[in-house]
């Protein structure tokens, strides 16, 4: 029993005296490292002790003025040791979503742990992080800014490194909503102050043009009629409708300006390609908002044009009006290829870093803002008016009136022998106009206007120039000697002008020969042809530093580790 007893302590003793020395080397579990935030409000732990309070203050002062600038939060720990944690990484991810470092739902927050016993550096980031900062940027950091002074055991000067370069990087970012500062305010009521004055020179200049357009210069040389030139709105009121497209892209940037500055929406924003499509989508919204006010303007300029002819002008049918913006749909893409490129400078994230948000927010919006705008104004200026009734309308060049279309029966008495010929050819027909107001009762040639409507060219005759050419035979030719021959052949029939009577033969058709190069040319220029082909292959969001914890953002693993 003794012997026993005795054994039993033996073993006892013995694994006391093994265990002893690995106690004191178990790390505190996560829940007995101090929190930074809560003990003292600050950004620092340094439970390691390897950082002087010189380093500590900077550090906490850095950090303080990133959480000021743009909200992003920095948690900079040193440990003796991770252990039991089965690697630095899975510790540092544990720790970073238990103290939930950055603010909640933009996940903007970096956790800087150093583990001295491992050796070991790792810098986790959080989800809304990653998109900006990629772990290869990390592990660069960490191997070129840290790792070789921490070689030299100089930690202080090593993590003020990695911590100032990441602090950087962070203020770059927007994580916050687009600040809608008193500038995209101004912006807003500027552009609707010169969209209302582009209005009001336009219909200025409409008024203006509604006066002189009857008098307007004539477009072929008669002194009975003259037809209308509809001008285009550009043509007289380009400074008014200039005004309005920037005016209206004015008005569209602080729209966006205000739509990304509100806190409700900021979770869809934290992604640049999101904040991108959230613009496009505004901008659409507004595009097609703001098409009724050129609309507008085009239904006031079709009622005057309709008071001056008198006759209800229309727009194109819908069918009409879809082919010719099918026709024009290049167009869009004109104005929103510059936008392509600002897309590829969001996404790319080296060049991201390098350009503040803002100025890429500015510089896209105005781009869909003015191509939208500009897609408007020239659908209004170029394809909506129907100018067929221009065409076919005649204006009394003595009282600016509209002319009366002559019955058929009574343009015939006016007609001359020749017109009247090619009527009976078949080769023309026509419409006379005559002014009631100016010449009610007398009718006289000479103040009727006959509008010819040639319905065969090719019967006009080059000499007297009426369509009153016919085909015959060649002894029905009034000439008695017989027509030359050409390349060789005898006129086999010819045509005939029934007013002057002059003939002119008719020959076989001769096919031209057709030349064709040798091979030896064929052969250089296709290998000429294949070697050109070759040759073308400043907001405050709020110190946080007040708070008694950290945000609550929460990491999946983004960032990188090295060893010294």
Request: charged letters at 15%; aromatic letters at 10%.
């Amino acid at each position: 029993m003794k012997d026993n007893l005795t054994k039993i302590f033996c073993v006892i003793f013995l694994l006391w005296a093994i265990l002893l020395p690995i106690a004191p080397l178990q790390a505190s579990p996560i829940s007995d490292i101090p929190n930074p935030r809560r003990v003292n409000g600050t950004w620092v732990s340094d439970v390691a002790n390897i950082l002087s309070a010189d380093t500590e203050a900077h550090l906490n002062q850095r950090i303080s003025q990133l959480v000021s600038n743009n909200g992003s939060e920095i948690a900079v720990v040193t440990l003796p040791d991770t252990t039991p944690a089965n690697t630095v990484k899975a510790y540092a991810t544990e720790l970073f979503n238990t103290w939930g470092i950055g603010k909640r739902g933009f996940d903007n927050g970096v956790l800087f742990l150093v583990a001295v016993k491992e050796r070991r550096i790792e810098i986790e980031t959080g989800r809304g992080i990653s998109p900006y900062i990629r772990d290869r940027q990390v592990k660069q950091i960490i191997e070129e800014m840290i790792t070789p002074e921490f070689k030299r055991q100089n930690y202080d000067r090593g993590i003020i490194n990695g911590v100032e370069e990441i602090a950087g990087r962070l203020e770059k970012i927007n994580f916050y909503p687009f600040p809608f500062a008193p500038i995209y305010s101004g912006i807003g009521l500027v552009g609707i102050a010169i969209a209302i004055s582009g209005m009001i020179l336009i219909v200025i200049k409409i008024r203006e043009c509604r006066q002189t357009l009857p008098i307007a210069k004539q477009q072929f040389p008669t002194s009975i009629v003259f037809q209308l030139h509809i001008p285009q709105l550009t043509e007289f009121t380009s400074v008014g409708m200039l005004l309005l497209v920037f005016g209206l892209v004015g008005l569209t940037v602080s729209i966006n300006a205000w739509v990304l500055s509100q806190e409700t929406l900021t979770s869809l924003f934290i992604q640049p390609i999101n904040q991108f499509l959230a613009m496009i989508l505004i901008n659409s919204i507004v595009a097609f908002a703001s098409i009724y006010i050129w609309l507008s303007i085009e239904k006031f300029w079709l009622a005057q044009l309709t008071d001056i002819f008198q006759t209800p002008i229309q727009l194109y049918e819908t069918s009409g009006f879809g082919l010719e913006l099918f026709r024009n749909s290049g167009l869009i893409l004109v104005f929103h290829f510059p936008v392509l490129a600002v897309l590829w400078l969001i996404i790319s994230t080296s060049i991201l870093l390098t350009i503040p948000s803002h100025l890429l927010f500015a510089l896209t919006s105005l781009l869909l803002a003015t191509g939208y705008q500009f897609l408007w104004l020239y659908l209004v200026n170029d394809m909506y008016i129907d100018r067929s009734l221009a065409r076919e309308k005649y204006f009394c060049q003595n009282c600016r009136h509209p002319v009366q279309n002559l019955a058929a029966d009574i343009i015939n008495q006016y007609l001359t022998k020749p017109e009247l010929k090619a009527i009976e050819l078949g080769n023309a027909t026509y419409t006379g106009y005559s002014c009631d107001r100016c010449y009610p009762q007398t009718r006289d040639r000479q103040l009727i206007y006959c509008q010819p409507n040639i319905l065969n060219e090719d019967a006009v005759c080059p000499k007297c120039s009426y369509p009153t050419l016919i085909g015959a035979e060649l002894n029905q030719s009034r000439k008695s000697k017989k027509f030359p021959k050409k390349a060789s052949k005898d006129a086999i029939s010819i045509l005939q002008c029934q007013n002057c009577f002059r003939e002119e033969p008719v020959y076989p058709f001769i096919p031209k020969p057709v030349s064709y190069a040798s091979s030896s040319d064929y052969y250089s220029s296709s290998d000429s042809s294949s070697d050109s082909s070759s040759n073308y292959d400043s907001y405050d969001y709020g110190s946080s530093s007040s708070s008694s914890d950290f945000g609550g953002g929460s990491s999946d693993g983004g960032g990188a580790g090295g060893d010294w």
